[in-house]
């Protein structure tokens, strides 16, 4: 099955829902309702990479985030222009600035980066890189708000999850309009539901490893 469009997904709920007169309030719901799924989750359809970050020149040490980031996937890779990669430890803002309290100096200590924080939209990298041709590469979950309207082509989740998201929509809808025993119904419902597609999801990816020792 293929995601619903907006319009086959909206008669969709109002099978249910039975009233016309809300489609306004209806479509918000949707859109809300995807957001808040996409924001307590990454799910496969919305996860990506991106292998060609840069500094923009030698002396910067941050990197501007993919526009449609959301969620940072794992670790921060930097590579050098042979391909060698290191994998850089992920700290905290203000660690992150203890351990490097002042790195526009003129005299700062400049090598391959070893720590990274996120702040305000950027990889803050340190050290301050000694070549500005190091590349760094991200997976990350994409940007949850995307309105949904008459004319979308396709809804996420509608191709295996439409039921569930149904349901998530018309506690949105029921709770939007006051109707706080309807809404409670539908959010049992819908809320038994996330937590399969959660499940689903987490069991596709997850992988039995063994253990590597090493020596102390």
Known sequence: ?????????YDYVLSVFKRTDKSTEVYEAVTDVIMDIKR??????????????QIGSLGDYTV???SDFQHLIGKVTCF???????????RSKETYDRLYPNPDATDVN???PS????????????DVPDDASYY??????????TEIVTGTTSVPFTDRYRKILRQLVLAEVYANLGFDDEAAKW???????LGQMMADEANNVDATEGVDYQGV
């Open 136 to 145: 760094y590469a991200i997976s990350y979950s994409t940007e949850a708000g």
């Open 1 to 9: 099955m293929t995601n619903m469009t907006g319009s086959e997904f």
């Open 64 to 66: 501007s985030l993919p």
């Open 110 to 112: 400049t090598n391959v």
């Open 187 to 193: 959010i049992k419902l819908g809320g038994e539901g």
């Open 80 to 90: 050098d222009s042979n391909g060698i990669e290191k994998v850089l430890t992920k």
């Open 40 to 53: 307590q989750f990454a799910f496969e359809d919305f996860k990506t990479e991106d292998k060609t970050l």
């Open 115 to 126: 720590d990274f924080c996120i702040f305000n939209k950027k990889i803050y990298l340190g």
